[in-house]
């Protein structure tokens, strides 16, 4: 029933809001819809927290520890964006970057992207998986072009492109994934359900699921942006509106790796070997690698932020390819902290660059001078993004390189290369922007508190003290992915 | 009808499928690509109610009604109009000379031929010799997304490539399950009045659909 609520609020809200239109109230909407889905999901994280993992919809819906954890996530973020985006979206309107129409577009199509993920997270059928996947792609592209500008439209047409390219390599491996498990399990529907696959996939032709684990280690990675499928991840978040960059970055980039995960899974049982796992550690660092050293040369601000996130997914999935409990841990961890704190940075970063009318860093100064919170939050975001105690990235990172030092200890001076690198990159940058007089072109603009105090600080407590029931969660989760 | 036959029509219809993937890789005019696009979906369609026949599996009927009405009215229809609207009458442009795509596309035949040679041995179904066909034409159709610079001829080369993933299902494993052909077939009708919103927004921006003039964003400049 609950899940229900979760999916079915956004999917209302996205009919509502598409014919409530430009209205004065659509923003309000959007924020209740979202806030609403919120409340289902911690409703839903606590029945899983004390049944523990539950079907519904005859098998068609499957919540575990994992995927619950990151529905939370995923409609909590979703919430403070929208709550972000009521103002900054106005004010997008007022500057004329966007008109009325495309704002009715905005936002019901939020509101789908919502459903889409969420719907990728619970379902139980592989298949279904993908779908989402694609709905979720398909959703945000036109986001991304929203500003009608000719860089906005080369964006999304490389978004629609690259990722539409890469998603059907995802599918080809669903279909050989489908093909080893009706063997097993017959065929029909049920063959395709994860909890009936994961049961069985000892079972499963091994040389099948490794030749499928590379179709969908290239089509969700695609998604992932991991490096050298990266391509079309900083053109997309530099160009759409920044609610949007920080829901892709925070959001849709931890639900693909999340579809990786699940196929790692069922590949690893079958192939009782390391292989699936060496092949996302390897994607991983060079993702770290070539992000870092990407990110020194960029001049736009939401650009860099991006190779940013390009880099931290490259931790994640470099940490569920090392696999182990504390890897595993870290990787959870981080998925949690790294959204939490980009899509802070984000919001800072949306409001900066609307004070100075510009995306471009060396115009942009002064930012404590001229609105502490802005100058701050970014501040703090960035100490937090950069792995600096005491915030929860920290925690996960460290989580992460001890696993690497114990396991992959050859790795390891390449892992602490990259975060380094993107350290001293990250911080060169935001001290120029935050310090100093106010320039010329700066305006002083009323901006959301909410949003970033609350992220920055749940990433604060969590680096301070881990609450019990989420490490609890997170114990959970590491057993199933065993 | 006899097993055996089945199976030869099966690969007889495949390699129809695999000639219209070249057919579509070295074919210039914008009409002529939207015409053979058309003929793969029909002879998709036609492959799998036979194979649905043979199988007898009743949910392949419902594929290949879907396949045929999607592909071989709905999407080329919409193409055609789009064509006919913005008014594109220029030939395209390959970044490759076609001799040289014809080569790299039978690599890529034998690549996938390769590649799918133990997944296909492991196979009983009467349609396992055409998982390489399959694989092969969605390859071709990435080949093709790479080597054409208009907006419609890689969306020509997506939608072939979809075609080539359809061709898997059913090759691999009579079709995936009906919730998920059902959901895939929304994705591509979605995927479609989202490409035909982006021609207008290229065309009206770029005042062409030539994907070459988008090139501003760079790295490092």
């Known amino acids: 029933m609950t899940l229900l609520i979760l999916l079915g609020v956004p999917l209302v809200a996205a009919l509502i809001l598409a014919f409530v239109g430009e209205r004065k109230l659509a923003p309000e909407i959007n924020i209740f819809g979202s806030a609403a889905t919120c409340a289902a999901g911690f409703m839903l994280a606590l029945q899983v927290y004390e049944q523990g993992p539950m079907m519904a919809g005859g098998k068609f819906f ?16 979703s919430m403070t964006t929208a709550v972000f985006s009521r ?20 936002h019901a199509m939020f509101q789908l992207f919502i459903f889409a993920m969420l719907l990728c997270l619970l379902t139980n059928n592989i298949g279904v998986l993908w779908i989402a996947m694609e709905l979720a792609t398909l959703s945000t592209v036109l986001l991304v072009s929203l500003y009608r500008t000719p860089t906005a439209i080369e964006a999304a047409w490389k978004y629609f492109i690259l990722c539409g390219v890469g998603i059907s390599q995802a599918l080809f491996g669903t279909v050989l994934l489908y093909f080893a498990a009706e063997k097993v399990l017959g065929e029909g529907g049920e063959a395709l359900l994860w909890t009936n696959l994961s049961q069985v996939s000892g079972q499963l032709e091994p040389t099948v699921l490794s030749l499928a684990f590379v179709f969908l280690m290239v089509g969700y990675g695609t998604k992932v942006g991991l490096v050298p499928l990266h391509n079309w991840l900083p053109d997309a978040h530099s160009e759409g509106p920044t609610p949007i960059s920080a829901v892709l970055s925070g959001l849709l980039l931890n639900i693909a790796l999340y579809a990786l995960v699940r196929c790692k899974v069922l590949v690893d049982g079958a192939t009782h070997s390391h292989q699936a796992g060496n092949i996302m550690m390897g994607f991983g660092l060079l993702s770290v690698l070539v992000a870092a050293f990407s990110l020194l040369r960029q001049k736009d601000i939401k650009r860099m932020f991006s190779y940013s996130s390009i880099e931290h997914m490259g931790i994640t999935t470099f940490a569920f390819g090392l696999g182990g409990p504390i890897a595993t841990f870290g ?10 704190a980009k899509s802070a940075i984000f919001f800072t970063v949306g409001h900066a660059s609307q004070m100075h009318r510009t995306q471009d860093m060396d115009k942009i100064r002064g930012l404590f001078k001229g609105n502490p919170l802005v100058g701050w939050g970014m501040m703090f975001g960035v100490m937090a993004i950069v792995g600096m105690p005491p915030f929860g990235i920290f925690t996960s990172e460290f989580l992460i390189l001890t696993a690497t030092i114990k396991d992959a200890p050859l790795l390891t001076p390449f892992l602490l290369l990259g975060l380094g690198v993107a350290f001293a990159g990250l911080f060169r940058k935001v001290q120029q922007m935050v310090s100093g007089d106010i320039p010329d072109n700066q305006r002083s603009l009323k901006v959301a508190h909410l949003p970033v105090l609350l992220h920055m600080g749940l990433v604060l407590i969590i680096g301070l003290y881990l609450p019990d029931f989420l490490s609890r969660w997170f114990h959970t989760a590491v057993e199933l992915l065993k | ?66 396949t045929l009405s999607l592909k071989v009215f709905v999407l080329p229809y919409i193409l055609h109009v789009l064509v ?39 196979s009983h179904l009467i349609t396992k010799s055409t998982l390489a066909i399959a694989l092969a034409t969605v390859l071709i159709g990435l080949l093709m997304m790479i080597t054409r ?50 021609f207008f927004h290229i065309h009206t921006t770029f005042d062409s659909l030539d994907v070459e003039q988008m090139a501003k964003l760079k790295e490092g400049d």
């Open chain 1, 62 to 77: 499957f919540v575990d520890a994992f995927n619950v954890y990151l529905a939370v996530l995923t409609s909590f973020v």
């Open chain 1, 87 to 106: 103002r900054y979206m106005r004010r997008e309107v007022e500057h004329g970057r966007v008109g009325h129409v495309q704002m009715r577009f905005y």
């Open chain 1, 331 to 340: 990787a959870l961890l981080h998925m949690l902290v790294h959204s939490l």
């Open chain 2, 1 to 66: 009808m006899n097993l055996q036959i089945a199976a030869q029509i099966n690969s007889f219809l495949a390699a129809f499928v695999l000639l219209t993937a070249f057919a579509m890789l070295v074919q210039k005019r914008i009409y002529s690509l939207i015409h053979i696009f058309a003929w793969q979906g029909l002879l998709l369609s036609i492959n799998t109610a036979i194979v649905g026949y043979v199988a007898n599996k009743h949910h392949l009927y419902i594929s290949s009604i879907m």
């Open chain 2, 84 to 122: 006919v609207r913005l008014k594109i009458r220029k030939e395209v442009e390959t970044l490759v000379n076609i001799p040289m795509t014809m080569l790299i596309g039978l690599a890529l035949v034998i690549f996938s031929y390769h590649l799918m040679a133990p997944v296909s041995e492991l």
């Open chain 2, 149 to 198: 610079k208009h907006a419609v001829t890689q969306i020509i080369g997506f939608l072939a490539m979809e075609n080539g993933l359809f061709f898997a299902a059913t090759s691999a494993t009579y079709g995936m399950p009906l919730v998920v052909e059902l959901g895939v077939a929304l994705d591509v009708l979605i995927a479609a009045f989202i490409f035909g919103i982006f």
